[in-house]
């Protein structure tokens, strides 16, 4: 009889299936159209549009090539940092699993980035390593002006910054009790005895 899939296997596969989809769309999208090209989905409420960027947030620049390496060391530090966490949380029966869930999340669109700044310059051949653009692609322009100008959420993004976003959105709206110290698990009396 096979042995049930552990807390930690289940996290790992999440993680590599959300990175995986997050290369697949991001290659499909760099291989098949030219940069600036959209695709209409659904009329002017969701388009497929091909951007790239430095690598942080909304496409923010931070200073320069030097301020890229220092974006890739931090990124890779940080995932480093959240790897090391869940497999602390993973020893502790009494960890939520929505919890180790959310920062799996987290982790898997974390790394999904962090692929595109290492490789993506490597492999498209227009920068060295680790100063590759991250490929963005989902552009929802959810409210419009009377003059047709998106005005709320303008920002083209990808299926690794979706893990990240929905990660944190998840943590914050639905496990703050957990990282209040609320719901920790084990009180400090029970702890002691």
Request: charged share 15%.
């Amino acid at each position: 009889m096979a042995r049930p899939l552990s807390k930690g296997a289940k996290l790992i596969i999440l993680g590599v299936l959300l990175v995986i989809v997050d290369q697949i769309t991001k290659v499909l999208v760099k291989t098949n159209m030219d940069l600036g090209q959209q695709i209409y989905v659904l009329g002017e409420w969701f388009r497929i549009c091909f951007v790239e960027n430095e690598g942080m947030a909304f496409g923010m620049a931070f200073g320069g090539w030097v301020g890229k390496l220092l974006l890739s060391l931090f990124r890779i530090v940080l995932f480093g940092g959240l790897v090391w966490w869940i497999s602390k949380l993973l020893k502790n029966p009494a960890t939520p699993t929505g919890v180790v869930v959310g920062l799996t999340l987290i982790t898997a669109g974390a790394f999904g980035n962090i692929v595109d700044c290492l490789f993506y310059g490597l492999i498209w051949d227009y920068a060295p390593f680790m100063f590759g653009k991250v490929v963005d692609m989902l552009y929802f322009p959810l409210i419009r002006d009377s003059f047709g100008q998106t005005i709320f959420f303008q920002p083209v993004f990808n299926v690794a910054d979706s893990c990240v976003t929905v990660g944190a959105f998840y943590l914050i709206l639905f496990q703050w009790r957990f990282f209040s110290g609320k719901d920790s698990g084990s009180s400090a009396e029970e702890t002691e005895k």
